[in-house]
C-alpha cells in the first residue's frame, strides 16, 4: 500500500507538468489533494502496519541481467520518515499558496522532488535507493533556480554539485561492494548479510558516509545547506530541511552504517587520540552542532539563522547514529521526523509568514516593524516553533535530544557535554532572532519624533493557519506521548545489525 | 489508581485555553478557575494523612524505551506546595485589576504558570518533572516580557537566560544520572542513594564526576531560589515584573528551588553535598546577610521587598545545607531532632513566606495604584492619617514578614534556628545578623510610609475599599491563625520530614 505515496506523487506531477496552463487555482488545489492522499496513505501504513516488522511493500524483476529488483519494503524507521515526509508535503503546499509565477510547473517538481523521497525512504534494492535518490535533486535544482530568492543561482548550483559529489561516492562504494560480493544482487539485507573484507570496508565505509553526510550538512561538508536554505522558495526550504537533509542521514544509517558495520571499528592505531572512522565522524558531528549553532548566533538575515540552526540539529542526528547504542539511534531517528517537522515550521514563518509581508529578512529592519504587535499570530508560532527547536520538554524535539544526549554519555561522554553547550547556544541564538524580530521593544517613534503606527499587513490566511495547525500540533503530540513514534522506531532499531547496538563492544 | 492530581494538574490549562478567547472577561474567567483550583488543593491537602508516605500515586509507562513512567503523587511537601501554588496564584489573579492590555493573554499565561507549579511539585520522575519545571518558565518570561516596566525587555531576557543555564545543567546531570543507573525516577535514584549504591554507579559508568553532577544539580536550584551569588537576575526581574507577577515569582516560584533541594538534590546526592557543606554554609550565610543588608540600602519598594526575598529563602538554604551532616554512624536522637526541626522549619518557611511575600507585593498594587506607578520609598510619609486601614493591614504583613510572635513567620523562623543552630552553631550565628537587618528595614519601611509627616500631594490618599478589605482579609486573618496554630500545618509536615529523613543518607 506504502508504495502508492510514490506513484501518487510522480502522477501528480506528471499530470501537472503535461496539462495546458491551466489555473493556478486548479495547480495548487490538485497539489495539496495529491499531497494529502499521500500523507493518508503514509499514515493508513503507518498506523496498519502497527509496531510490526518491516513490511513488504513491493518485489518485482527490473533488470533481471543484473539482478537488480524493484523491491520496497518498510521497516520502523522507513514508517517515520515516510509519515514526515506527507507532513512535510502538505505543509509545504499549503504554505506556497500564494505562488502566482508558473505554479503548475512549480508544483510539478515539488510533487516530483516528494515522490522521490518517498522511493529512497521505501527502497530496498539499492539500485533503486539511489535512482530515487538522483531524481530528488534535479527538481530541487529548478525549484531553487526559478523560484528562488537571494543569489539563487549560485544556491541552487552549490547545492547541486554538492548533491551529485555525494553521490558519485555513494556509487563508487555501492559498485565496489556489488563487485566485492560478486552475489549478483543489489539487495540490502543479501548485501548487509555477505561479510565484506574488513579492509575494504574500512575505505568503503568512510566513502558512502561522507557521501550521504554531505546531504545531511555534515561539517565540514555543511557549506551548501545554509546558502540553499537562503536562496530556495519557502516551500523549498521547508522541503530541504524538512526531509531531504533526513535523506542523506537516512542513507548513512541504512546503507553506509548496515552494508559496512567493520568500517566503525578501530583502526588499530590513533592519531591526536582520535582511532576509528566511528570518533572522526562523531567529532565532525560535535563541532557542527556547536558550529552551527555559533554561526547562528551572529547572522543578520532571519532565514540564514534557520538555515544554521539546520546544520545544529542535523549534527545531533548524526552523533545519534555513531553513539552505536540503541537509545542514541532512537533518538537519531526521532529527531530526524522532529527537526523535519519544527524546520518546516520554522522556514514556513521565516519565509513566508514574515518575508512575504515585510519583504525583508534582516533583523535589524525588522527590529523596527513591531511586529510583535502587527503580527501576533507570527510572534506566537514562532515562540512555540522556537521553543520546540530549542529542546524544551514538551516538544518532539526535547524526547530526541534527551535520547542523543543519554547515548551520547555512553558512548563519547566529552561530546555530550560539549553537544549540552551547543544546546545552549541553541537556546541563545533562538532567544535573539525572537526579541530582534518580534519583540525588540524599539520606541515606536520616528526620526522626527512622532509616533510610528504599527504598521498594517495582510491578515493571515487559512492555509496559513492549517499548516501551522498540522506542524506544531505534530511536534507538541510527539513531545506529550512520544510512545506513538517510539514504539515503532525501537524494534525497526533493534532488527540492525548487532554490530550497530553494542557500541563497538563484543 | 486515581488521577486526582493530573485533574488537578490539567485543570488551569483548560482555564488557560478558555481565557485566551474571554477578552474583557478573562479575569473572571481566570479567578473562577484559580478558586476552583485552591478549593481542590486544599481538598488533596486535607486528605493526604498523616503517614508521611506519598499518597494520590499515580503510575503508569510513558516512554517505556527509556523506562520512564508517568509517576505522580504528593506528600506533606509536595501537597503544601499545592496548596500554596494555588493560594498565590488567586492572590495574583485579585491582584491584577488594572491589565487592560491583551487580558485574555494575560490570564491564560497566568493559569499556564499555574498549572507548571502544580505538574513541579507532584511529579516523581525527571522525565516529566522538567517538563513542568521549564513550562512555568515560559509563561513568566512573556508576563515579564509583556506587561513590565520600563526596563522589561533586559530584565526578561536575564531571568530567561539565568534559568536557562541552570535547566541545562540540571539536564546534563540527569541525563549522566540515567546513563549510570537507567532510571529517572526520583523515590528510585533515592533509594540508590540511600542503599549507598548509587556513587559507585556513577563511578563505574562515569568516572569521579559525583561531585559534578551534585554540582549541576545545585547549580538549576541555586538560581531559582537564589543563592548568592546566582540571585543577580533577581533584583531587576523583580522591579520590572508586574507587581502581580512579582507575587507569583517570590510567592510560588522561588519556592521550586527550594522544593528542588528537598526532593531531588539532597535525597540523591546528599552524601555529595555533605563533603561541601562548609562553603555551602558561607553562601548561605552570605544570602541571608548580604539579602538583607542589600535590601536596607535599595530606595524602591520593589526592590526592598525583592532582596528581603533573597533574605528569607536564605534562611531556607541555611537549614538545608546545615541539615547535610556526614552522620556518624547509628542513629543519634539529638542530632536527628535537630534535623526535622530544621527541616519543618524550612517547609513551614516556604508557605509562611509564599503567604506574606505575596501579601506585602498584593499591598505595594494597592499603594502603586494610587500613587500612580510610583513605588519610592522617598515618595510618601505619613499614609496613616489618610489611609488607616491600609497601612493597619499591611502593617500586619510587614510584622509577619519581620518575624513578630503571633504571627506566621515567626514560628518558621524559630524552628530553622532551632534545627541549624546545633548543628551548624557558627553559620546559624552569624545569620542571626540578617534577623536584626530585616528587622531594621521593616521598621524603616513603617517609619518613612506610614508615619512621619504626610507629603502635600497625598492628603487626599484613599483607604482601602470595602471589596479590597474583603479580599485581602482571608489571608491576613490565615497569617495570625497560623502563628497562633502552626499544627495546622506541622501535623502533615512532620511525618513528611521524618519520612524523607529516614531514607536520605549523607
Same mark, same amino acid.
Given at each position: ?81 515516510? /509519515? ?211 554561526? !547562528? ?68 529592519? /525588522? ?40 547515548? !551520547? ?98 | ?17 478558555? !481565557? ?487
Amino acid at each position: 500500500m506504502l508504495a502508492y505515496t510514490i506513484y501518487l506523487s510522480f502522477a501528480g506531477a506528471l499530470v501537472l507538468a503535461v496539462l495546458p496552463r491551466a489555473g493556478s487555482q486548479f495547480a495548487r488545489v490538485f497539489a495539496l489533494l495529491v499531497a494529502i492522499a499521500g500523507l493518508a496513505v503514509g499514515l493508513a501504513g503507518f498506523i496498519s502496519a502497527g509496531t510490526g516488522g518491516a513490511v513488504a511493500v513491493a518485489d518485482l524483476a527490473w533488470i533481471p541481467g543484473m539482478g537488480i529488483h524493484y523491491t520496497l519494503a518498510a521497516d520502523g524507521i522507513s514508517r517515520v520518515l515516510v /509519515l514526515l515526509t506527507g507532513l512535510a508535503a502538505v505543509a509545504g503546499i499549503l504554505f506556497s499558496w500564494t505562488v502566482s509565477e508558473r505554479t503548475n510547473e512549480f508544483f510539478a517538481f515539488f510533487l516530483a522532488l516528494i515522490g522521490g523521497v518517498y522511493g529512497v525512504f521505501l527502497s530496498v534494492d539499492l539500485f533503486l535507493l539511489f535512482v530515487f535518490y538522483e531524481i530528488a535533486i534535479v527538481p530541487k535544482y529548478f525549484l531553487i533556480a526559478i523560484w528562488g530568492s537571494t543569489r539563487r543561482e549560485y544556491g541552487a548550483m552549490k547545492l547541486a554539485l554538492y548533491s551529485f559529489a555525494g553521490s558519485a561516492m555513494v556509487l563508487i562504494g555501492l559498485l565496489a561492494a556489488y563487485a566485492t560480493a560478486g552475489a549478483h544482487t543489489m539487495d540490502l539485507h543479501t548485501l548487509a548479510a555477505y561479510p565484506f573484507p574488513v579492509s575494504f570496508q574500512m575505505w568503503a565505509f568512510p566513502l558512502v558516509f561522507v557521501g550521504f553526510a554531505i546531504l545531511a550538512g555534515m561539517w565540514p561538508f555543511h557549506t551548501w545547506a545554509p546558502t540553499g536554505h537562503v536562496a530556495a522558495p519557502t516551500a523549498a526550504s521547508m522541503l530541504l530541511a524538512g526531509v531531504v537533509m533526513k535523506l542523506g542521514a537516512y542513507g548513512c544509517l541504512r546503507v553506509a552504517m548496515t552494508l559496512f558495520p567493520h568500517g566503525l571499528d578501530p583502526w588499530g592505531f590513533s592519531l591526536l587520540g582520535i582511532g576509528s572512522w566511528r570518533t572522526v565522524f562523531a567529532l565532525f558531528a560535535v563541532i557542527g552542532i556547536v558550529y552551527g549553532a555559533a554561526v !547562528a548566533l551572529v547572522q543578520n538575515d532571519f532565514k540564514f539563522v534557520i538555515g544554521y540552526s539546520s546544520v545544529s540539529h542535523m549534527g545531533l542526528v548524526l552523533l545519534g547514529l555513531l553513539t552505536l547504542t540503541q537509545i542514541g539511534i532512537d533518538g537519531a531517528v526521532l529527531q530526524m521526523f522532529s527537526h523535519g517537522v519544527l524546520a518546516g515550521l520554522l522556514f514556513a514563518v521565516v519565509g513566508r509568514i514574515v518575508y512575504e509581508r515585510t519583504h525583508t529578512r534582516d533583523l535589524n529592519a /525588522l527590529s523596527k516593524l513591531q511586529l510583535g504587535r502587527a503580527m501576533p499570530f507570527a510572534a506566537a508560532v514562532f515562540v512555540i516553533a522556537g521553543m520546540a527547536s530549542m529542546g524544551l520538554p514538551g516538544f518532539s524535539g526535547f524526547v530526541a535530544e534527551i535520547q542523543v544526549l543519554i547515548g !551520547a554519555w555512553y558512548a563519547f561522554p566529552w561530546f555530550a557535554v560539549v553537544a549540552g553547550v551547543g544546546i545552549v547556544v541553541g537556546v541563545a541564538y533562538t532567544w535573539r532572532a525572537l526579541q530582534r524580530v518580534f519583540f525588540s521593544d524599539l520606541p515606536a517613534v520616528g526620526p522626527g519624533g512622532e509616533d510610528v503606527p504599527v504598521p498594517r499587513y495582510d491578515p493571515i490566511t487559512w492555509p496559513e493557519i492549517a499548516g501551522v495547525l498540522l506542524l506544531a500540533g505534530s511536534s507538541l503530540l510527539i513531545g506529550v506521548y512520544p510512545r506513538l513514534l517510539l514504539d515503532v522506531i525501537t524494534p525497526a532499531v533493534q532488527a540492525l545489525p548487532h554490530l550497530l547496538l553494542t557500541g563497538g563492544r563484543p | 489508581m486515581s488521577s486526582v492530581l493530573t485533574i488537578l494538574t490539567i485543570l488551569p490549562i483548560i482555564g488557560a485555553a478558555v !481565557a485566551l478567547f474571554a477578552g474583557a472577561r478573562a479575569r473572571a474567567l481566570a479567578m473562577v478557575t484559580s478558586l476552583a483550583a485552591l478549593a481542590f488543593a486544599l481538598w488533596i491537602w486535607l486528605s493526604i494523612g498523616f503517614s508521611g508516605q506519598m499518597a494520590f500515586v499515580e503510575r503508569s509507562a510513558w516512554v517505556p524505551a527509556l523506562g520512564i513512567e508517568y509517576h505522580l503523587g504528593a506528600d506533606g511537601l509536595g501537597g503544601l506546595m499545592l496548596l500554596l501554588a494555588a493560594l498565590v496564584t488567586y492572590m495574583a489573579i485579585d491582584a491584577s485589576k488594572r491589565v487592560t492590555a491583551r487580558p485574555g493573554l494575560y490570564f491564560a499565561l497566568v493559569l499556564l504558570l499555574e498549572s507548571g507549579l502544580f505538574g513541579t511539585f507532584t511529579a516523581l520522575n525527571f522525565f516529566h518533572w522538567f517538563l513542568f519545571w521549564e513550562l512555568s518558565l515560559i509563561p513568566a518570561f512573556f508576563l515579564i516580557k509583556l506587561w513590565g516596566g520600563e526596563k522589561r525587555g533586559p530584565a526578561a531576557t536575564q531571568f530567561f537566560v539565568y534559568t536557562m543555564v541552570g535547566s541545562v545543567a540540571l539536564l546534563l546531570s540527569f541525563v549522566a544520572l540515567y546513563v549510570a543507573t537507567g532510571t529517572m525516577d526520583f523515590e528510585e535514584l533515592t533509594r540508590l542513594a540511600a542503599w549507598g549504591i548509587l556513587p559507585g554507579l556513577i563511578q563505574t559508568h562515569l568516572g569521579p564526576v559525583a561531585l559534578w553532577l551534585a554540582l549541576g544539580v545545585l547549580l538549576g536550584f541555586a538560581v531559582k531560589v537564589p543563592l548568592m551569588p546566582f540571585h543577580t537576575w533577581l533584583p531587576a526581574t523583580y522591579s520590572e515584573a508586574p507587581t502581580a507577577v512579582t507575587m507569583l515569582l517570590t510567592g510560588a516560584m522561588s519556592k521550586m528551588g527550594v522544593y528542588g533541594l528537598l526532593r531531588l538534590a539532597l535525597p540523591i546526592f546528599g552524601h555529595e553535598y555533605a563533603q561541601i557543606r562548609t562553603p555551602l554554609l558561607v553562601l548561605a550565610v552570605l544570602t541571608v546577610v548580604a539579602g538583607a543588608w542589600a535590601a536596607a540600602v535599595q530606595k524602591d519598594l520593589k526592590r526592598i521587598f525583592a532582596y528581603s526575598s533573597v533574605n528569607h529563602l536564605g534562611y531556607c538554604l541555611l537549614a538545608i545545607f546545615a541539615v547535610a551532616i556526614p552522620s556518624p554512624g547509628g542513629s543519634d536522637a539529638a542530632l536527628n531532632l535537630s534535623q526535622t526541626a530544621a527541616l519543618d522549619g524550612v517547609i513551614l518557611q516556604m508557605f509562611n513566606h509564599g503567604l506574606t511575600a505575596a501579601a506585602i507585593f498584593w499591598f505595594l498594587t494597592f499603594l502603586e495604584e494610587r500613587s500612580g506607578g510610583d513605588l519610592r520609598l522617598d515618595s510618601f510619609g505619613g499614609l496613616r492619617k489618610p489611609a488607616p486601614i491600609f497601612c493597619g493591614l499591611m502593617g500586619i504583613a510587614l510584622f509577619s514578614s519581620l518575624g513578630l510572635p503571633g504571627l506566621n513567620g515567626f514560628v518558621s523562623e524559630f524552628l530553622i534556628f532551632r534545627g541549624a543552630f546545633p548543628l551548624a552553631w557558627q553559620a546559624a550565628t552569624v545569620a542571626v545578623l540578617g534577623l536584626l537587618i530585616t528587622a531594621a528595614v521593616i521598621l524603616t519601611v513603617i517609619q518613612r510610609v506610614f508615619l512621619g509627616p504626610l507629603p502635600e500631594k497625598w492628603i487626599a490618599f484613599p483607604d482601602l475599599t470595602r471589596g479590597e478589605q474583603l479580599a485581602v482579609a482571608p489571608v491576613l486573618a490565615l497569617m495570625l491563625l497560623l502563628g497562633l496554630a502552626p499544627n495546622l500545618i506541622l501535623a502533615t509536615v512532620n511525618p513528611a520530614v521524618m519520612h524523607l529523613l529516614a531514607g536520605w543518607r549523607f
